[in-house]
C-alpha cells in the first residue's frame, strides 16, 4: 500500500511539474550541473560533438570552471608569467538533458556567460557556431534540433585556449561564468528586449521611457497588446501604460515604446541605490505571452568642465581603481562570495568606481551597488 502511495505521489509530482513549466511564459534556469569533462591533445574532435559519443570516463562536473587554475605553475608554461605561468590547452565539455513533451510548443535558448576562449557549441550533432575570443557573453537557439519526452539532448562545447600566449593577464581557461537555459513563446521579448530611460527628471516628477523589442517567431501575423507596470522602490504599483492592438508580422522583430510619468521620485544615490521596475507584459486575446522584469535608477547627472561630475545635481568625485576578472588563486571562475569580498575591500577603501577588463564584473559590482539580483 505504501509503495502504491508513493508511485502516484511521485507521478503527481511530475505532472503537475509539468503542467507548472507548460503555464510558465519565460523561464531561465541555471544550465550549470552535471557537465562532463576532458583535456585533449588534438584539434580532431574525434566524433565529441555526436550524440552518440561514450563520455562515461571524463571528469564530471559542475559550472563555472576554469582548468588552467588546476595546472602547475610554471614560467615555462606557453602562457609566460604574464599569463599566470599556467598551462592552457583544449577541452571539452559535454551535457545530457531532456525537456517534458509538454515544452514541445516553446523556443529555447542557451546562454553562456563567458567562455575562454575560440569556443565552438554543437546540440545533437548540429553545429551552432564558433564565438571568437572569451570576453563577452553569447546564445544560441536550440529550437530547430531539440528532442521533448523521453528522448535526450546533448550539448557539447569545444574550448580553445592552446595558442599562447594570447594575454598579457591570467585569463583563466574554460567555461568560467555561468550557463543558462531559458525558454519563452514565439512571441517574446527579444534578448535584451527593454531599454528604460528617465530624460526627464525633477524633484517632482520623471519621465519613463521603455523601449521594448518585441520578437514574433510563429508562422503567422499576430496582433498583441503591451502593458508596463511600474514597481515603486517598495513595491507598490504606481502607473500602468499600454499600447493596444499591436500588429506584427511572422519572422518581424518590432520597436514598441511606452512612456510614464513617476510623481515625487526616490533618486537614485551612491549612498541610496534605490530601484523601480518596470514589469512588461505581452498578451493576446487576453492571455499573457510573455513577462520581462526590469530594475532601473531614476537619476540625473552632468559634467562640468571646472566642477566636475554632479550626480542628481550634487557634486560628486568619482574614485577608482583598475582591476582583473581573475579571484587570484581562487582562478578565473566565477564564484560569488569572492568577488563580494573584492566589493567590500574596495568600499572599505572608499572606492565607488573602477575600470575593469571584463563587462561582466562591472555587472557584478553594479550588482552590489544597486542590489540587483544578477543571480551569479
Not at 152 to 157: C, D, K, R
Not at 214 to 222: G, L, P, S
Not at 265 to 283: C, D, G, Q
Request: with cysteine; aromatic share 12%.
Amino acid at each position: 500500500m505504501r509503495s502504491f502511495v508513493l508511485f502516484f505521489m511521485v507521478a503527481g509530482l511530475f505532472l503537475s511539474g509539468c503542467s507548472h513549466e507548460d503555464k510558465e511564459v519565460r523561464t531561465k534556469n541555471k544550465f550549470t550541473d552535471d557537465w562532463k569533462f576532458t583535456l585533449v591533445d588534438s584539434l580532431d574532435s574525434n566524433g565529441y560533438h555526436q550524440a552518440g559519443f561514450d563520455d562515461s570516463n571524463w571528469r564530471q562536473l559542475n559550472l563555472p570552471h576554469d582548468w588552467s587554475i588546476e595546472g602547475t605553475f610554471d614560467e615555462n608554461n606557453p602562457s609566460g608569467v604574464g599569463g599566470g605561468a599556467l598551462p592552457g590547452g583544449l577541452g571539452w565539455y559535454r551535457k545530457t538533458f531532456s525537456i517534458p513533451e509538454c515544452q514541445s510548443n516553446k523556443m529555447f535558448f542557451i546562454e553562456f556567460d563567458g567562455v575562454y576562449m575560440n569556443s565552438e557549441v554543437w546540440i545533437n550533432g548540429h553545429y551552432l557556431g564558433k564565438r571568437p575570443n572569451g570576453y563577452i557573453s553569447f546564445r544560441y537557439d536550440l529550437t530547430p534540433y531539440l528532442l521533448f519526452g523521453e528522448e535526450e539532448n546533448v550539448i557539447a562545447v569545444k574550448v580553445d585556449n592552446s595558442v599562447q600566449p594570447n594575454s598579457r593577464w591570467y585569463s583563466g581557461s574554460g567555461i568560467y561564468r555561468n550557463v543558462w537555459l531559458t525558454s519563452v513563446n514565439p512571441l517574446h521579448l527579444d534578448q535584451w528586449g527593454t531599454f528604460v530611460t528617465t530624460p526627464e527628471v525633477t524633484e517632482d516628477a520623471a519621465l519613463v521611457h521603455i523601449e521594448h523589442s518585441i520578437r514574433n517567431d510563429y508562422a503567422r501575423d499576430t496582433t498583441f497588446q503591451l502593458l508596463v507596470d511600474i514597481i515603486s522602490t517598495d513595491g507598490q504599483k504606481i502607473s500602468t501604460v499600454r499600447a493596444a492592438d499591436v500588429r506584427i508580422a511572422a519572422g518581424e522583430t518590432k520597436v514598441v515604446d511606452l512612456s510614464t510619468e513617476v510623481s515625487q521620485p526616490e533618486l537614485w544615490t551612491l549612498e541610496n541605490p534605490a530601484l523601480y521596475t518596470a514589469v512588461s507584459k505581452i498578451e493576446t486575446d487576453g492571455s499573457l505571452i510573455d513577462r520581462y522584469e526590469t530594475d532601473f535608477g531614476i537619476r540625473f547627472f552632468h559634467f562640468d568642465h571646472e566642477k566636475g561630475f554632479f550626480l542628481n545635481d550634487q557634486p560628486t568625485k568619482i574614485l577608482g581603481v583598475c582591476m582583473h576578472h581573475d579571484l587570484g588563486a581562487l582562478g578565473a571562475a566565477v564564484n560569488r562570495r569572492a568577488i563580494e569580498r573584492q566589493l567590500e575591500i574596495m568600499k572599505e577603501m572608499g572606492a565607488n568606481a573602477f575600470v575593469l577588463h571584463i563587462i561582466l564584473l562591472l555587472l557584478n559590482f553594479w550588482n552590489y551597488v544597486t542590489k540587483w539580483d544578477l543571480s551569479l
